[in-house]
């Protein structure tokens, strides 16, 4: 039963940040303190376009919803989703079933869009972020969003963690073309075999083509944990970096200088990767790695949103 807020009720907002390799959600009270978070598995809304994918983003906000409900039921949600293309009836059933509450108050949007706002107001600056996916972001002062690349992993999506893996594999499998068994003179080859477990060809064949792009982007963590042993995996961390700058460059060009921010797990995966995209930029310009924070955001943007009377 839908619960119609009371005066000695606070009007909690419940944010949501889904990525391809987690979930975060954060529970905000009137004026934007923080009462709970916590995180999930990741998940996309590429995933609702079969079954299976559906089956897993409707148990992934079960578990979101029996981990924050303890700590309030929320009157407003603002989700920020991977890959939301603004169809959002049926997630908006599910949460509002799962929630307790009107699927009227239950708003979606492009995770990029809440992942901007932890950073920036609208109009001023540059968001590259880099997780799974890479893209640049901008919101103008009348609210449109523009981007750079973010147009999936499958095309593009240079400098993140799923392009990071791809470039890994096809570096140590072209080695192995021309001289087979060269990768036990490599750390990286040793730690990515390790990760998708075997050196044969058959294992990385699954681990790439049998599994979502959240799971894949993961081996990031392996190429980035020998990148101060082996200059292949250094030079593909660089060269990530010149992917986040192109980003950041080609929003500069279309709207003028603007101080940038790069944000994202995959460019916390090592220093290296900030410092060629710093190296990159032009000089003066107001540049910083932030943290994050978006399922914070995504709170307090909820809280913010108008209530929807109760049927």
């Known amino acids: 039963m839908i619960q119609p807020e009371s005066p000695s009720t ?22 934007g303190a923080i ?22 983003v409707r148990a992934t906000f079960a578990e979101l919803a029996a981990n924050a409900l303890p700590h309030g039921v929320p009157a407003r949600v603002q989700a920020g989703l991977t890959g939301f293309g603004g169809d959002s009836e049926q997630l908006q059933r599910w ?45 103008d002062r009348d609210g449109t969003f523009h981007r750079a690349g973010g147009r999936g992993v499958v095309l593009d999506d240079g400098g993140g963690g799923f392009w990071i893996a791809k470039e890994a594999l096809r570096h140590i499998w072209r080695l192995e073309d021309e001289r087979p068994g060269a990768w036990r003179a490599s750390k990286m080859a040793q730690a990515v075999f390790d990760y998708v477990g075997g050196d044969d060809w058959a294992y990385s064949r699954q681990f790439i083509y049998g599994q979502e792009r959240g799971a894949v982007g993961k081996l990031a963590l392996a190429v980035a944990a020998t990148a101060d042993q082996d200059p292949a995996a250094s030079a593909i961390l660089r060269n990530a970096g010149r992917e986040l700058a192109r980003l950041a460059r080609a929003l500069i060009s279309r709207f003028g200088p603007r101080p940038v921010a ?42 913010e949103l108008p209530a929807t009377p109760a049927a």
């Open 10 to 31: 606070p009007a909690l907002g419940l944010g949501i940040d889904a990525g391809g390799t987690q979930t975060r959600w954060a529970l905000a009270a009137p004026g």
């Open 35 to 56: 009462l709970a978070e916590g995180k999930v598995a990741g998940l996309s809304a590429l995933q609702m376009g079969t079954p299976h994918g559906r089956e897993t």
């Open 95 to 139: 949460l509002a079933e799962l929630l307790h509450m009107q699927a009227a108050d239950i708003h979606f949007c492009s995770d990029m869009e809440i992942a901007y706002r932890a950073s920036f107001a609208p109009g001023e600056g540059y968001l590259v972020y880099a997780g799974t996916g890479s893209i640049g972001a901008f919101i």
């Open 262 to 303: 790069v944000s994202g797990r995959a460019a916390e995966l090592h220093p290296s990767i900030v410092a060629a995209m710093r190296d990159l930029l032009p000089a003066g310009l107001d540049f910083s790695q932030t943290s994050g924070g978006a399922h914070y955001a995504a709170a307090r943007m909820a809280v």
